[in-house]
């Protein structure tokens, strides 16, 4: 199992399609940068570090599904899976090295989103506003674990489709759906004048979708304690895992 996670992460750090998704990270955080600081020039503002830092969460939720499904993609097409499975490796063992991996995967354009951002945050801005060093810490950390948990969950989708291109595409279209759920329930919970009208059940659903669902954990603000976090995000990578594992143990790969 061990060496199998280390010939996947040895595959995938090799692969055009990481390279893709940190150019695209440290690429977004630049361009935002540059668009931010002229669009406040004139204006007469400054750019502070924490927008800087805190850019990439609206886009790292497809950043990520379009980089698990262009690296994962190309390991059933060309024959990796397969040949796996002839070889007499696991299924299980091989749909959990995948998960893994690709919440992996997420990590690390995690990490270069956060290191990107502070180096053009020392380059375009003179510090930060109201985030303090402990502030900027928590949200990496939140972060990190929110790409993880979505990397986690869709390498399950691919695992479960069998690699399956149109199928597989179902990772940007949940994506999508999650991310304009998440802004309605952040509409409606932070309303931007007045208070937020939401009440009883209601009230309690949009509150825990908003503390432990991972997708609503990709914003510019730390809304929560700490461990609502690790117990939502923990949850899904936990779940991904468990159900790409049942399921695939079960699929017949073409």
Known sequence: MLNMIYSDLHRIIKSRGLIAGVATVAGYNLFFAIILKAVLLFINSDLSADDVVTAFSGAAPFVIAATVLYVFIGAFNDGTIRNRLLSGSGRKNVAASMIITGSMLSGILSIVSTVSALIIAVIFTKGFGSMTAADVAEYSLISAMACMAAGAFCSMLIVIFGGNKAASYSGLA????????????????????GISLLKGTKLLVYNFYDRYFTYAHFSSMVRHPFSSYVIGNAALIALSLIAGVLIFSKKEIK
């Not at 991310?179 to 932070?190: F, G, P």
């Open 174 to 193: 949940l994506t999508f759906i999650f991310k304009l759920i998440s802004t309605e329930v952040a509409d409606k919970l932070y309303p931007e004048t």
